[in-house]
């Protein structure tokens, strides 16, 4: 199931692509919308989101399942922005089309824990 979600925990189930629309052209700068892919078949965190910054770019990331997965790209189009969110909702397999995505997993990647030689007490 695909569920929306705004800055102001505005939710909504199974947008359609003019709810969807309408959520992007609302947001204001510093707000964000989040697109949400829950599905049993799907394991770990699949998902897209858009901020729109403070310089009015739009900030888009998505997550396929892992935080290895996670990628980043911006756009001063709110055009190209919502062709993305509604072509990643409608699962179209060349979305990501368009843009040039940067690998950010290592920023949500857990910390190394480093081995010692030294006993614990």
């Known amino acids: 199931m695909l569920i929306a979600m705004n800055v102001r925990g505005h939710v909504v189930k199974r947008p359609s692509k003019p709810a969807i629309g309408t ?25 897209i989101q858009v901020l729109f910054r403070d ?3 739009y900030q888009l990331e998505y997550r396929d399942g892992v935080a290895a997965e996670h990628y980043q790209t911006l756009t001063v189009s709110q055009d190209k922005a919502r062709q ?12 990501q089309d368009g843009f ?10 857990a910390p190394a824990v480093e081995a010692t030689d030294q006993p614990t007490a």
């Not at 969110?85 to 060349?94: I, N, Q, S, V, Y």
């Not at 040039?100 to 990647?109: D, L």
């Open 100 to 109: 040039t995505w940067n690998n950010i997993g290592a920023m949500f990647a």
């Open 84 to 95: 993305a969110l509604l072509d990643w909702a409608a699962d179209k397999p060349e979305w």
């Open 55 to 57: 310089n009015n770019t």
């Open 23 to 47: 959520m992007l052209a609302n947001l204001g700068q510093g707000d964000h919308l989040i697109l949400e892919r829950q599905d049993e078949d799907r394991k770990g965190d699949w998902y």
